[in-house]
């Protein structure tokens, strides 16, 4: 099992940018995909972004496609999502997650993910 720890959230202004962190424990990291979701109030939780064990693949919401950015650094059990030109429509709890299934593709289903973070909230101002 792993633990998840995010980082970073705040309130910030329309246009501006945040970076939220997640960090792992517990088992290897670099034997997991991670994913970012988030849920706003009363809506389900919804998939952001998710990068493969090494990286090298990532994918994105049409939504946050060309203003987020999802990295790891495996060295430091690290999972990051850089949002640029934050949105009023940004505003959730942002998730960070686990996917222990040793795919090359990166999952984007909520189901597909084993362990998940306690959530930090991101709120948008206009």
């Known amino acids: 099992q792993v633990q998840l720890v995010e980082s970073g959230g705040g309130l910030v202004q329309a246009g501006d940018s945040l970076r939220l962190s997640c960090t792992a424990s517990?088992?290897?990291?670099?034997?997991?995909?991670m994913g970012w979701f988030r849920q706003a109030p009363g809506k389900e939780r919804e998939f952001v972004a998710a990068?493969?064990?090494?990286?090298?693949?990532?994918f994105y919401a049409d939504s946050v496609k060309g203003r987020f950015t999802i990295s790891r650094d495996n060295a430091k059990n690290t999972v990051y999502l850089q949002m640029n030109s934050l949105k009023p429509e940004d505003t959730a709890v942002y998730y960070c997650?686990?996917?222990?299934?040793?795919?090359?593709?990166?999952?984007?289903?909520?189901?597909?993910?084993?362990?998940w973070g306690q959530g930090t909230q991101v709120t948008v101002s206009s």
């Open positions: 997650a686990a996917d222990y299934d040793r795919t090359i593709i990166p999952r984007r289903g909520t189901s597909d993910y084993d362990s």
């Open positions: 517990g088992r290897t990291f670099s034997s997991y995909a």
């Open positions: 990068i493969s064990r090494s990286g090298s693949l990532t």
